[in-house]
């Protein structure tokens, strides 16, 4: 029994020091291979200068998954837009499936998170887009949205099964010359949760932005603004229909409630939307009007007292 018992524990042991050699080796044995994957991908599909700092792969943050890290990413125009930064990451993290990575069908990213992102994107006036940055191609690589109901049979490289998209502190800059439109965000936050590898879940979201800014032909629409959003919606994702629970948004103090339904049957959007709100005061709708129209109503822009309820 003694024997027994001595080999029984010799084997636990082994196989406790093989899985922490397994967690300290792992990523170090896949880093070169997603890096590769990364700079492929970057370097065939775009018309930009492209680089990134230090990255990292972690075994432990995220496990079973695995995460890879890229920091400092940044994309930089070339042609009308050299020396223009389209978007800047102070990090971009995704967490992997690693059972995909050990199969030939392809990687399974769970989650992605973009923190201090600058988003930098430019219309000139004769209607040229910093962003169209893909290059032309017969044949590219598809990135697929999995199901359960619908798994891609396409031998694609890269599959997106996410359960949870963030960015944090991050702008947002608009510019179109042809349109003399310019709008930024500031402080940008915007959260998503919910098993999106279900055909029907519950989607958990959340927008903050410290500061919008709308300007269009010299008037500022919005200065400043700050904008807050929650919404829970039931998403069936087979017929593309969405059910909106108890919502709101709101414009520095004015708070808007909605509910109902909105459905993308094909080419057509069917929708049933109820908005409301609680209680706002006089004060806080000509927060919202613009200052060129505020001339000489000052006093009652600071002082308004009568309410609206609905």
Known sequence: MKRI??????????????????????????????????EAVINESVNAKVTFGDYKLSFFRNFPNLSFSLKNLYVVGIGKFEGDTLAGFKSFDLVFNLGSLLSSSGYEVRSMII????????????????????????????????????????????????????????????SDASMALDASLKDFNFNLKGNMTLSETDLKMTLNIAEATVIMDGVKYLNRAVLDSKIDMLANLDSMKFTLGKNHFSINNLMLNFSGMFAMPGNDIKADLLFGTNKTSFKTLLSLVPSVYMSGYEDLKTSGEFTLSG
């Open 5 to 38: 018992a001595g080999i029984i524990i010799k084997s636990l042991l082994g196989l406790i020091i093989l899985i922490l050699v397994l967690l300290f080796t792992v990523p170090v044995i896949f880093k070169e291979k997603i890096k590769t994957k990364v």
């Open 115 to 174: 923190d201090q992102a600058v988003v930098n994107a430019i219309i000139l006036k004769d209607g040229t887009a910093n962003w169209d940055i893909a290059k032309p191609s017969e044949q590219t690589t598809p990135i697929d949205t999995v199901t359960p109901a619908k798994t891609s049979s396409s031998g694609s490289s890269m599959k997106v099964l996410l359960r949870k998209f963030e960015i944090k502190k991050s702008s947002i800059s608009y």
